[in-house]
């Protein structure tokens, strides 16, 4: 037997409306929501940026590890080289014949004349120089890899003896790599101003500079957005011998 809701004596169910309904779904949803960030966090702040400074650290802690590594290995070398000087019964002229090796792969310091090229980003609220070209990106401020690369190349088209990046003498395996506005090389990690340091003959070397195609474009955002370009002249300048270590490392296939 039915009853009416409008039967004396008994209350009516009250109604629930679209606009109460709505209400309760998005209290729902934001309890879902706060729910999973808190499931997500487990007690950490999420907006904090603790994780990326603790890799910041652990990366400078390593680059300052590896310098550490690479001057007990100089060391090391300089004794092995003075015991096998000793006697190791070579002749004069194998003797000499090594030597020349050494100085060409950079294991030795070379002094003489050459330059230095300075590169430095650009003030980060730079805004553009000449009339007519867009405001800068944060990309459009800042060194790159490209743009060292293209210093060193042009360094040894214009018959560099030998080039250090630095504070680091560059031999045949060493690689400039850039992540973010930050240098890795061999290991270790360097902030802006750049400087590449090279020895031969300096007109050769500042034509090679000049001729670079990929330098000239560089100096457009010089022009541009005020991103730094020196280069000094050296009367005499030494690099340091090279003193991180030459093997070679490589992939090997995964066997099944």
Not at 53 to 82: C, F, P, Y
Not at 148 to 166: D, M, S
Not at 173 to 183: D, H, I, K, Y
């Amino acid at each position: 037997m039915s009853t009416s809701a409008d039967s004396p004596g008994r209350p009516a169910r009250p109604r629930l409306r679209p606009v109460r309904l709505l209400t309760l779904a998005v209290f729902a949803l934001a309890g879902l929501i706060f729910w999973l960030s808190f499931d997500t966090a487990r007690g950490t702040n999420l907006r904090s940026d603790d994780s990326m400074l603790r890799l910041s650290d652990l990366i400078q802690e390593r680059s300052h590890k590896n310098g550490a590594q690479d001057d007990r290995n100089a060391t090391l070398r300089e004794r092995v080289d003075a015991l096998a000087q000793r006697d190791n019964g070579s002749s004069e002229a194998e003797d000499a014949k090594l030597k020349a090796l050494e100085k060409n792969a950079g294991t030795k310091p070379l002094t003489g004349r050459g330059v230095t090229v300075t590169l430095t980003d650009a003030p980060p609220d730079a805004t553009a120089k000449i009339p007519g070209i867009p405001e800068p990106q944060p990309n459009d401020l800042v060194i790159h890899q490209q743009d060292l690369q293209a210093v060193v190349n042009a360094l040894w088209q214009g018959g560099a003896k030998g080039i250090q990046v630095k504070n680091q003498r560059l031999i045949s395996t060493s690689a400039v790599r850039c992540v973010g506005n930050t240098l890795i090389l061999q290991g270790r990690v360097y902030s802006p101003p750049y400087t590449i340091t090279a020895v031969g003959d300096r007109t050769a070397l500042n034509q090679a500079l000049t001729a670079s195609p990929a330098i000239q474009n560089y100096l457009q955002y010089v022009n541009a957005y005020g991103l730094g370009w020196k280069v000094d002249q050296r009367e005499t300048v030494t690099l340091p011998g090279y003193s991180g270590t030459v093997d070679l490392h490589y992939a090997q296939p995964v066997k099944p």
